[in-house]
């Protein structure tokens, strides 16, 4: 199989010892699978996050992403910059776009980036891998190399905001996308269908700030989730997988609920159905127990 | 702070003009057409004391103390709902963070709103080394109302430390240093130019 | 006219010879329907069925056809045999479709055909061919009352479209309220500049125009005649009159703006408050340099208040949206900001309305940085350097208030519709008693009239709500009840300039209808090109008026012995003079009372004891039969029970074929017309509110009868109804069934 490359820009939650770092794990063997080649950019930086506005202002923040951009665009040219992280995707996507939009910005972009001995030109695209597996790869190709179908599995697809919002995905809606469903019926498993909380909000970085308000929604995301007959949910968001995972003990002891719906990523699903092992699929990385998946892992 | 003693407006949409200059995404506010989508579609919206439809007519109202004193902005998840319910594509949530940095580098912002205190954390946090130290930045988070009350915070936190530590997603070691990107220097000379610049053409006397 | 030589033919395609005995009906066509040819065919609507069909009214000599197929609405193209008569029986929607499948049912699906094709053949008996009316005029000049920008619309539409036009205009210059506007809201991409208002191109073509005559200073005087020989009487404010040959009119006399000195609390009557045709002024003399106020200042700020003395809940001002203002006040809220952006310019509104592409011009208008704030006014006063408005902010939830140099109302359009005829039958009759005032008050009214009438109903056309000129205003706007005369324009409902120039062409269209049916003696709108008209036997009349009373579209006069005299031009064929008709002598050629009342006559009721019981259903043609040929399309069952006869109009149905069906032993007769009302949607108008009120006298006459009133029912039925008319047959019969049958049954 010919490769296809990609410039990678992990994010810092997906580096080793970090809140998504058993992500980073799954990607590796699914993205083996299928033909795609992530290259990591050298040095990149944070992208500041959706959170970054509040001391950043506009210009830094664009300056930071931009120097991401500009490392692409120079290490690796020609290939289309990829993130698995939403909120790393929407900085940079945003990024490029405001640049291209306005030669004032870009002006002040490379002004900025000169103290860094960079330039950019504007010529990367910003994707999500998400987007690199809908378009470039194809349902028919994810499916290809399944070989352990998981069958009998009911999931619930929280697809979140900013993997669907303001971008998403080409050609799908924002209040009811179907990716993330089709997604999981291509690994064999049964989408929970008419899953309310598709595309709810977590909370996002207000989960530290304003953990009552945040630990409501997650309240509601999951519990949605039991509604509908899931045993699993999946996303492709790193913030939401932290905060829907781990802020469910929290809400059983103000609560007195006792939530223990397992969270985990796409690239896991697809790692498992792929045949890779527990550890490649960083199903050894979960604060509550993706039980099921874990003992197909260990078939 | 010679921009919060500015003289009464001479005309009553000059805090418009103002937020058109200053904020980000601020032109479009006057697009608003009062429809209250972006209320109804708000995760948070009963939180908010003042939605982003009010805050727009706020604005045109020339309530500056008001809007910027606001503690509403600061409740904007970033999930870009109103962004893409709005029948007329204002950039609500750039527009909200937007206002929400005007306000806070003003120093209008209200005193302690707890993601105010958070988004200055995370920023320094990342601006440091060029990458988020997760655990320093939560330590930092627990540790913002004072020593005792960060001790408080991480016992009651620490089921959830422990559990992350476990599941090698929280590296104690990272309290030694950490990720961090290799041109460092080059970051803060970077960021540093940035904010110089946006001072400059914003009129800020920095 | 030749001897009367009948003819059916029965189709068995589209499943008619599966589902039913086509030899049977064809004998009861011959011995019960006496037909003189019957024939049958497999496909009767193809090429060689209609052929054989032409070949027997040519070589054979038939006059009258019955073709038992399906619908009359169905293959009208197919089975269009101009030169003779013809009755259909309605086998396949009326009865293959709705009868329940499977054998069990073939014994009532074949009763109910072997009917329809008995009353195909009694009413052929009764039909004549129309011959059309043979007071034919060929007058097509088409007058327009007004040279505002509608007139001007509708004149310069219809010359161009070949026809000579007549302009009355009472002012001394055509233009009417568009030459007082500065620029007027645009009407094409992108919809953000004020634009010309391009009237003084359109008064120089007008103007110049070959076909075209314009009065100036004139009104209209007198109005008489009917569509294709109207006689209009113009008077010139000198007093010379002239006489205008007419065939049909179009009447564009516009608005009159809200009185501002009815609104004191909103600051009517101060110096520094100006409603929208005041600012104009303002504008027009600033001619594209800064505006300024009566006392020479120059403006600087500005509040238009949305809705004032419109949209009123009191009952004290306008009711009505007039729908052009919030556009307006947009537009003028750009001459301010296109002259200096630093003006401050707020528009004050509840809700704001830019219907067409308006929202396009409120966000350009918004992009120049107008305020648009959601608020309601409560007062404004007079303050040292202008106005100061007092507000509730609706979204902000508080009151406050706004400084102002000047303050725009946007009030609303008032009709100049001309007399209120409820006000003038009322004044006739005061007057006809010898009361001076009344016979004063009717002098008044008549000068104010537009059109001057000279018809027994009244000066001008009958008024819609809120006194805009008259419409049928859910189905066909355009149309009036009173025949060939079309209003247009604000007349007709509030609207702005380019809904009137839509409106103004929509009415010429219709104008260009009138004259050319009414040149060929055939009908208009809604049975265009319809030649019957009404034919009246005098000698049996007893001179009680209710035909003249009645009619919807005031095309009966009386003579000075208060006989009818009917207008054919003006009538409309509808029917409802038949039906109020209680001698009935009033009958069209091919629908009359007799070929209604034959085949009510024709149907076989089974006797008490057979558990059948019958039920007839008198369906408008307009929308409730359409409905019921629906609900065979979607093959929707009803009861097989039912016989049902289309009707012109529920007023055209008389009562005595209620009581002869009754009498005859029917189980029960259903009613299904238009919806009435207010919102009315009878396509005559008031059709099927006469009938709703004949029927309701009627029980009287049930319990003389010693019938129950429940046997007669009446629907108001859409022509979407399909499912629902379905559900209101089968819910009737059952209700029959459960009360048993008509003690009528065998004296019939």
Not at chain 3, 306 to 311: P, S, W
Not at chain 3, 483 to 493: D, H, K, L, Q, W
Not at chain 3, 619 to 624: L, S, V, Y
Request: aromatic share 6%.
């Amino acid at each position: 199989m010919t490769k296809k490359n990609y410039a990678f820009y992990p994010g810092c939650s997906s580096q080793k010892g970090a809140s998504a770092s058993n992500f980073a794990a799954s990607i590796e063997v699914m993205c083996g699978k299928l033909g795609i080649q992530l290259n990591e950019i050298p040095d990149w930086n944070c992208c500041g996050a959706s959170i970054g506005y509040g001391e950043g202002g506009l210009l830094p923040r664009l300056v930071l992403n931009a120097r991401n951009l500009a490392l692409a665009e120079q290490h690796l040219p020609g290939q289309d910059m990829v993130s698995g992280c939403p909120a790393c995707w929407l900085s940079t996507r945003e990024t490029a776009e405001k640049l291209r939009e306005s030669a004032d910005l870009m002006a002040g972009a490379n002004e900025a980036l000169k103290e860094a001995e960079l330039d950019f030109k504007g010529t990367v695209k910003a994707r999500h891998i998400v987007e690199v597996l809908v378009e470039d790869v194809g349902f028919e190709g994810m499916k290809a190399p399944v070989v352990k179908p998981l069958q009998g599995m009911k999931i619930a697809g929280y697809v979140g905001c900013q993997t669907n919002r303001p971008f998403g995905i080409a050609g799908e809606s924002f209040e009811n996308p179907q990716y993330l469903d089709r997604m999981i019926a291509t690994v064999g498993a049964e989408p929970a269908s008419g899953y309310e909380q598709k595309v709810t909000c977590c909370g996002g970085a207000l989960a530290f700030s304003e953990p009552d308000k945040s630990q409501k929604q997650i309240r509601d995301i999951v519990e949605s989730a039991y509604d509908h007959g899931a045993e699993m949910i999946v996303t492709p968001c790193q913030l939401c997988q932290a905060n829907v995972e781990i802020y469910q003990s929290e809400i059983n002891k103000k609560q007195g609920t006792k939530l223990a719906m397992p969270v985990v990523y796409y690239s896991q699903l697809m790692t498992v159905a792929y045949g890779g092992s527990l550890k490649e699929a960083g199903l050894d990385g979960h604060v509550i127990q993706p039980k099921k998946l874990q003992d197909i892992a260990r078939k | 702070m010679s921009e919060n003693r500015q003289a009464i407006a001479h005309y009553r949409n000059n805090f418009l003009k103002e937020v058109e200059v200053h904020v980000e995404d601020g032109e479009w506010v006057k697009m608003c057409m009062q429809c209250g989508v972006c209320a109804g579609s708000c995760p948070l919206g009963n939180a908010w004391q003042h939605t982003p439809q009010k805050l727009f007519m706020m604005i045109r109202a020339g309530k500056r103390e008001e809007v910027l004193s606001s503690d509403s902005m600061w409740m904007c998840t970033s999930c870009y709902n109103c962004i893409v319910r709005c029948p007329r594509k204002l950039p609500i949530t750039h527009i909200m963070h937007g206002l929400a940095h005007y306000a806070h580098r003003l120093g209008m912002a209200p005193k302690g709103q707890p993601t105010r205190e958070v988004a200055r954390l995370f920023w320094n946090n990342l601006a440091k080394t060029g990458r988020v130290n997760e655990l320093k930045f939560s330590l930092a988070m627990y540790f913002k109302d004072g020593f005792i009350q960060g001790i408080k915070n991480l016992l009651a936190m620490q089921g959830i430390g422990i559990g992350l530590m476990k599941a090698k997603r929280l590296n104690p070691m990272e309290l030694l240093g950490g990720h961090k990107c290799k041109d460092k220097d080059g970051i803060h000379k970077m960021i540093a130019k940035a904010r110089e610049i946006e001072e400059r053409k914003q009129g800020y006397a920095s | 006219m030749a001897e009367m030589k009948t003819a059916a033919y029965i189709c068995s395609g589209c499943g008619l010879g599966d589902k039913l005995d086509i030899a049977q009906l064809g004998k009861i066509a011959q011995n019960e329907g006496k037909i003189a040819l019957v024939r049958d065919h497999a496909f009767l609507c193809n090429s060689e069925g209609v052929q054989m069909i032409r070949d027997d009214i040519e070589k054979e000599g038939v006059t009258h056809v019955c073709i038992a197929a399906c619908s009359r609405r169905a293959k009208t193209e197919a089975f269009h045999f101009p030169t003779v008569a013809m009755t259909r029986a309605n086998l396949r929607e009326g009865v293959i479709w709705v009868v329940a499948e499977g054998s069990e049912h073939d014994e009532v699906r074949q009763e109910m055909a072997d009917d329809y094709v008995r009353m195909g053949c009694a009413e052929l008996k009764k039909v004549k061919l129309p011959q059309g009316n043979p007071n034919t005029t060929l007058q097509k000049r088409i007058l327009v009352v007004g040279g505002g920008m509608s007139g001007l619309t509708a004149a310069f539409e219809a010359a161009e479209a070949g026809y000579e036009v007549v302009i009355v205009e009472k002012q001394a210059r055509l233009g009417g309220w568009a030459n007082k506007l500065w620029k007027r809201v645009p009407f094409k991409a992108p919809y953000a500049e004020p634009q010309d208002t391009g009237v003084a191109v359109l008064a120089a073509k007008v103007s110049t125009h070959p076909r075209i005559k314009v009065h100036l200073n004139s009104t209209v005087a007198e109005t008489a005649g009917a569509p294709g020989r109207f006689v209009v009487k113009v008077a010139q404010e000198s007093g010379a009159v002239t006489e205008e040959a007419i065939g049909a009119i179009v009447q564009a006399t516009g608005f009159t703006t809200y009185d501002i000195a009815k609104l004191p609390e909103l600051g009517g009557g101060q110096a520094n408050v100006v409603d929208q045709a005041g600012l104009e002024a303002l504008a027009q003399a600033a001619n594209g340099g800064a505006l300024k106020r009566a006392d020479g200042k120059e403006i600087k700020s500005v509040v238009f208040l949305q809705c004032a003395g419109q949209r009123d809940e009191t009952g004290q001002h306008l009711a009505y949206c007039s729908g052009h203002c919030c556009a307006t006040s947009i537009k003028q809220a750009m001459y301010f900001k296109d002259a200096n952006p630093d003006i401050d310019t707020v528009v004050l509104y509840t809700d704001l309305r830019v219907p067409g592409m308006g929202e396009d011009f409120y966000r350009s208008a918004q992009e120049k940085g107008v305020i648009f704030t959601k608020g309601k006014a409560s007062g404004v006063e007079a303050a040292v350097n202008g106005c100061k408005v007092s507000f509730k902010d609706l979204i902000l939830d508080e009151d406050t208030s706004l400084d102002a140099d000047l303050v725009v109302l946007a009030t609303g359009q008032v009709p100049n519709a001309g007399v209120n005829l409820d006000a003038w039958d009322k004044a006739v009759s005061e007057a006809d008693g010898g009361s001076e005032a009344a016979k004063q008050n009717k002098s008044e009214m008549q000068k104010i009239s537009i059109l001057n009438l000279s018809y027994r109903q009244g000066p001008d056309m009958p008024q819609f709500k809120y006194g805009f000129a008259d419409s049928h205003f859910i189905c066909f706007p355009y149309e009036t009840r009173r025949t060939g005369i079309y209003a247009a324009g604000p007349v007709r409902r509030p609207m702005d300039m380019l809904q009137a120039t839509e409106d103004a062409t929509g009415a010429a269209l219709k104008a260009i209808q009138a004259v050319e049916n009414a040149s060929l003696g055939r009908a208009a709108h809604p049975r265009s090109g319809d030649l019957s008209y009404p034919i009246v036997r005098l000698e049996g009349c007893t001179q009680c008026k209710r035909c003249t009373v009645e009619c919807p579209f005031g095309a009966i006069d009386e003579d000075e012995k208060r006989f009818p005299v009917f207008n054919e031009q003006r009538c409309r064929r509808c029917g409802t003079c038949m039906g109020a008709c209680p001698v009935r002598v009033i009958s069209f050629e091919n629908y009359s009372v007799d070929t209604v009342g034959n085949q009510i006559k024709a149907v076989e009721i089974p006797d008490e004891f057979s558990e059948k019981p019958r039920v007839l259903i008198l369906a408008c043609e307009n929308d409730a039969y359409p409905a019921l040929d629906m609900a065979g399309l979607s093959r929707t069952v009803y009861s097989a029970f039912v016989r049902i006869i289309p009707v012109r109009c529920l007023g055209s149905v008389n009562t005595i074929w209620i009581t002869d069906a009754l009498n005859s032993g029917y189980d029960g007769v259903m009613m299904m017309g238009c919806k009435k009302g207010d919102d009315y949607q009878c396509h005559f108008v008031k059709g099927s509110e006469l009938a709703g009120y004949r029927m309701g006298k009627i029980g009287d006459t049930l319990t003389g009868m010693g019938l129950e009133p429940e046997r007669v029912s009446s629907y108001e039925v859409a022509i979407t109804d399909n499912e629902r008319v379905a559900k209101f047959i089968n819910e009737y019969v059952a209700q029959l069934v459960e009360m048993g049958p008509s003690p009528m049954k065998g004296f019939g």
